[in-house]
């Protein structure tokens, strides 16, 4: 009778404290910034990846702020050269600190979730010549598209590098 009552209670809190405890974990690691003038698409892209992005920054012991450009930028105006402003206003800021060392490192990335970007890699190789049994240099040319959260992703995977010092493989 009133048992039920307590134990549904009881449950509801602790399923709370979950929540809250792991909002808490994703918010150490991950901040969304100026998040009320984002359009509805990017937002929601953002807050699902929100737990992708801090089991990553977790991993790598760094925090991601993100930030959108439209309302960080109007007061740098007069620093931002007037060539530059059209392609930095608009689009997000996401920035790498590590949280060991306080080094920071900054990109822009386009807000539009409807592109595709193109990424172009070259990756140096030894090709062998097969007539003199001799080998060469040259270079393998990879390219991808990726969506906006890859390119995302993608930047934060580059700025912790470089926040970390860490090589890739």
């Not at 918010?27 to 359009?39: A, W």
């Not at 997000?92 to 060991?100: G, K």
């Not at 490192?105 to 979730?113: E, H, K, L, V």
């Amino acid at each position: 009778m009133k048992i039920g009552n307590i134990i549904s209670k009881l449950q509801n809190r602790m399923s709370m404290s979950a929540i809250s405890r792991r909002e808490a974990k994703i918010n150490k690691y991950v901040d969304i910034h100026n998040s009320g003038v984002l359009s509805d698409s990017v937002y929601y892209q953002l807050n699902m990846a929100r737990e992708i992005i801090a089991n990553f920054a977790r991993k790598n012991s760094v925090k991601v702020d993100i930030y959108n450009t439209r309302k960080v930028h109007p007061e740098r105006s007069a620093v931002v050269p007037p060539y530059s402003q059209d392609s930095i206003l608009g689009n997000l800021e996401v920035v790498v600190s590590n949280l060991r060392t306080g080094l920071a490192q900054r990109d822009f990335i386009p807000a539009s979730t409807n592109e595709v970007y193109p990424k172009v890699k070259q990756v140096p190789i030894i090709i062998p010549i097969r007539e003199s049994g001799l080998e060469r240099p040259g270079y393998a040319k990879y390219s991808t598209e990726d969506n906006f959260l890859r390119n995302l992703y993608r930047s934060i995977e580059m700025l912790t590098k470089s926040v970390t010092g860490k090589t890739s493989k």
